[in-house]
């Protein structure tokens, strides 16, 4: 299995308050994804990372904000949380980004009340 | 977006029985992958079709890439509990991983 880990794995908050999800890898792919899973739409790309310091939108990528400071952690933060936020959200690694095989974290489930 | 429509939807069969999934766009595919999710996991990559009319085989899974490379298939023989899961179909569409919203199996003993 890819090193891949999540934390945290679950996590309940409250609308409006700041939360952030870690990606930590130890496969030294230089590309990191994070998507949300809701039922009926399968998975969403919300942002991207080709590298430390470069990231890019994904389709559903307001009201979150990435950074990646290291080649391992991929950080996604909801700066305000709401309610329709809530959802299931994977971190994904590639070693290129064409690449037909990634790789997928254990994922977190978040519920904003 | 070029989307990629997934049917059924869900599927809840008994074990033993065979069944088919869909995925089909209205636009041509360079590759489609398949991945199968587990309750709690992450979704695991199953395979990948490139070339139109292929045929990949996985143990009692069957893939089939249409001959036009706009759908696919994937069939399952003699079902079993193990098989139960989320099947979602993946394509690269410019840069943008695309998946779709994926089939519900539910395989009963």
């Known amino acids: 299995d890819a090193g891949i880990t999540q934390s945290p794995r679950h996590k309940v908050t409250e609308t409006g308050t700041p939360v952030t999800l870690r990606c930590h890898q130890t496969?030294?792919?230089?590309?990191m994804y994070w998507y949300r899973q809701d039922p009926g739409h399968g998975l969403r790309l919300i942002h991207y990372s080709y590298g430390v310091k470069d990231t890019d939108k994904g389709e559903v990528s307001d009201g979150y904000s990435v950074s990646r400071s290291k080649t391992e952690d991929f950080l996604l933060t909801l700066e305000s949380a709401t309610s329709s936020q809530t959802s299931v959200y994977f971190c994904?690694?590639?070693?290129?980004?064409?690449?037909?095989?990634?790789?997928f974290g254990p994922g977190t489930r978040l519920t904003v009340l | 977006t070029q989307l990629l429509e997934q049917s059924p939807q869900f599927l809840s069969i008994q074990e033993g029985e065979n069944l088919t999934v869909y995925c089909n766009s209205s636009s041509v595919f360079s590759s489609l992958q398949w991945y199968r999710q587990e309750p709690g996991e992450g979704p695991v990559l199953l395979v990948t079709v490139v070339t139109g009319g292929e045929v990949k085989k996985l143990k009692r899974l069957t893939f089939q890439f249409g001959d036009a490379r706009k759908d696919s298939s994937l069939h399952i023989t003699a079902a079993q509990p193990g098989d139960t899961g989320l099947y979602l179909c993946r394509h690269n569409q410019g840069g943008k991983l695309i998946f779709g919203q994926g089939t519900e199996l539910s395989v009963k003993p």
């Open positions: 496969e030294n792919h230089r590309y």
């Open positions: 994904a690694i590639s070693e290129f980004r064409d690449s037909k095989e990634q790789f």
